[in-house]
């Protein structure tokens, strides 16, 4: 994680947004009052989603069955 604070945020916004889109490397910006993360668009969308899966309490226990199951294919074995 990138850690700024405001005034060195706003001198650099651009370059700084763009790591982060890039790299998806969150950027922790300090300021007075507190704290902010920035995330990309893609970082957020996965954690949104984990926390929509995890919500649902069958779909959550299914996931981990079928991970210990003999069938389980590891995603670096799958040819895409």
Same mark, same amino acid.
């Given at each position: 994680?990138?850690?700024?604070?405001?005034?060195?945020?706003?001198?650099?916004?651009?370059?700084?947004? =763009?790591?982060?889109?890039?790299?998806? =490397?969150?950027?922790?910006?300090?300021?007075?009052?507190?704290?902010?993360?920035?995330?990309?668009?893609?970082?957020?969308?996965?954690?949104?989603?984990?926390?929509?899966?995890?919500?649902?309490?069958?779909?959550?226990?299914?996931?981990?069955?079928?991970?210990?199951?003999?069938?389980?294919?590891?995603?670096? =074995?799958?040819?895409?």
């Amino acid at each position: 994680m990138t850690n700024t604070n405001i005034t060195s945020f706003r001198k650099d916004i651009y370059n700084l947004l =763009e790591q982060t889109i890039k790299y998806n =490397e969150p950027i922790n910006i300090s300021t007075k009052n507190g704290n902010a993360v920035v995330l990309s668009e893609e970082d957020y969308n996965n954690i949104i989603e984990t926390l929509y899966i995890i919500s649902i309490p069958k779909l959550k226990d299914e996931i981990i069955e079928r991970s210990k199951d003999d069938d389980y294919v590891d995603e670096s =074995e799958v040819n895409w």
